[in-house]
């Protein structure tokens, strides 16, 4: 019940993390810190820098693009989105 309200009362969060083609040794903190926090409203896309197929299917993932080489984290909430970050901890303040 308690999820309910917290649902109902806090904005819904969709959080994009775009990975470089190659990888990066920054993504596993970005996921990492969204899994260890409890976030009952926010929906996640994990996709692959320029996989077109996913941003079909995702239109939140639009134009959305790894910063410098590096993965990077995209929180979005009433049709607007944060600039992008490669901090995990960062992550976590725009939450």
Same mark, same amino acid.
């Given at each position: 019940?308690l999820?309910?309200v917290?649902? @109902? +009362?806090?904005?819904?969060?969709?959080? #994009? %993390?775009?990975?470089?083609e190659?990888?990066d $040794?920054?993504?596993? &903190?970005?996921?990492?810190?969204?899994?260890?926090? @409890? +976030?009952p409203?926010?929906?996640?896309a #994990? %996709?692959?820098?320029?996989?077109?197929?996913? $941003?079909?299917?995702? &239109?939140?993932?639009e134009?959305?693009?790894?910063?410098?080489?590096?993965?990077?984290?995209?929180?979005?909430?009433?049709?607007?989105?944060?600039?992008?970050?490669?901090?995990?901890?960062?992550?976590?303040?725009?939450?």
């Open positions: 019940m999820a309910a917290d649902y @109902y +009362l806090d904005d819904a969060k969709e959080i #994009v %993390i775009v990975i470089t190659g990888g $040794v920054l993504t596993q &903190p970005l996921i990492n810190k969204l899994r260890g926090r @409890y +976030l409203n926010k929906a996640l #994990v %996709i692959q820098e320029g996989d077109a197929e996913a $941003v079909k299917l995702i &239109p939140i993932a134009n959305k693009n790894a910063s410098g080489g590096r993965s990077a984290a995209y929180v979005c909430s009433g049709g607007g989105c944060n600039t992008p970050t490669t901090n995990a901890d960062e992550l976590l303040h725009f939450l």
